[in-house]
T-cell receptor, first 116, second 113 residues
Framework: GAVVSQHPSWVICKSGTSVKIECRSL??????MFWYRQFPKQSLMLMAT?????????EQGVEKDKFLINHASLTLSTLTVTSAHPEDSSFYIC????????????FGAGTRLSVL | SQKIEQNSEALNIQEGKTATLTCNYT??????LQWYRQDPGRGPVFLLL?????KEKRKERLKVTFDTTLKQSLFHITASQPADSATYLC????????????FGKGTRLSVIA
């Protein structure tokens, strides 16, 4: 199946710093990418929908100034957690939809963020 | 409001038996229904997709059924193995453009040797 690469897989940062997470679709073009957050033993919670060349659409309750999303090309979307705090510690997962492949949505391996 | 329910939070099954997981939905008209596997600390891995006009899909030991009248999908793993132990997620997608997948909470399957 199609591959979505997410980097880094694990990051520890100090409170107040910013962290950037990259998501790449390796063998297909994705006009739409999605960013999810997952807490332990809970399901995936959609944070935002990222469209190539335009502004992301954020879900209710997600601060767009804290979670900056950039989708500059058809294969790359980035999520920047700005001024991170311990409550931002979570598992972040990106996803890309392969519209040429029956609308199957492929996921990255996830990024574990720990804010000290 | 839209709701997806995976009836069992956890399911234990003996090796070699068939595991059956259930996904029910309300207030939703999905065009596609997808099943994913998620291992701890990893992103979901796509398993199977079934369209609204399809009744059944198979892939190796996996089988998915989709009943739009009952608003239910069943996911079967035959001849289950301990390596099948994971959380299985049901997800729905409508036709509309870039709408995101809507996920159920998942069922944690444990296959006991």
């Amino acid at each position: 199946g199609a591959v979505v690469s997410q980097h880094p897989s694990w990051v520890i940062c100090k409170s107040g710093t910013s962290v950037k997470i990259e998501c790449r679709s390796l063998d297909f073009q994705a006009t739409t990418m999605f960013w999810y957050r997952q807490f332990p033993k809970q399901s995936l919670m959609l944070m935002a929908t990222s469209n190539e060349g335009s502004k992301a659409t954020y879900e209710q309750g997600v601060e767009k100034d804290k979670f900056l999303i950039n989708h500059a090309s058809l294969t790359l979307s980035t999520l920047t957690v700005t001024s991170a705090h311990p409550e931002d510690s979570s598992f972040y997962i990106c996803s890309a939809r392969w519209t040429g492949g029956k609308n199957i949505q492929y996921f990255g391996a996830g990024t574990r963020l720990s804010v000290l | 409001s839209q709701k997806i329910e995976q009836n069992s939070e956890a399911l234990n099954i003996q090796e070699g038996k068939t595991a059956t997981l259930t996904c029910n939905y309300t207030n939703y008209s999905p065009a596609y229904l997808q099943w994913y596997r998620q291992d701890p600390g990893r992103g979901p891995v796509f398993l199977l997709l079934i369209r609204e006009n399809e009744k059944e899909k198979r892939k190796e030991r996996l089988k998915v059924t989709f009943d739009t009248t009952l608003k239910q999908s069943l996911f079967h793993i035959t001849a289950s193995q301990p390596a099948d132990s994971a959380t299985y997620l049901c997800a729905l997608l409508s036709y509309s453009g870039n709408t995101p997948l809507v996920f159920g909470k998942g069922t944690r399957l444990s296959v006991i040797a």
